[in-house]
Nanobody
Framework: QVHLVESGGGLVQPGGSLRLSCAAS????????VGWYRQAPGKQRELVAT???????NYADSVKGRFTISRDIIKNMAYLQMNSMKPEDTAVYYC????????????WGQGTQVTVSS
């Protein structure tokens, strides 16, 4: 089975930057699709960014131009670089990955807290 572990969250001031990491382990092999999601208190979990094995990216409108999703194939890790952060970026951020070409299950990490505050 697959385990995903997020790290890199913490407290940052508005306008600052953080980089989140997502490490895959266990039976995980190639990460075909990776996504970052976030959930703020009282809100539903929402898509932040996705990255396919072919390199296609998709971003939520709220983070376009500020966040960048990337992947390290050798390390089997994914990242979310967050720049120009805003208080509304405050949420628990989750990594999601699919490790099969088609039809396989998705796996979720435990989440990492990101707080943007002065």
């Amino acid at each position: 089975q697959v385990h995903l572990v997020e790290s890199g969250g913490g407290l940052v001031q508005p306008g600052g930057s953080l980089r989140l990491s997502c490490a895959a382990s266990g039976s995980a092999r190639r990460m075909y699709v990776v996504g970052w999601y976030r959930q703020a208190p009282g809100k539903q979990r929402e898509l932040v960014a996705t990255l396919t094995s072919g390199g296609s990216t998709n971003y939520a409108d709220s983070v376009k131009g500020r966040f960048t999703i990337s992947r390290d194939i050798i390390k089997n890790m994914a990242y979310l670089q967050m720049n120009s952060m805003k208080p509304e970026d405050t949420a628990v951020y989750y990594c999601n990955g699919r490790f099969s070409p088609v039809g396989g299950p998705d796996y979720w990490g435990q989440g990492t807290q990101v707080t943007v505050s002065s």
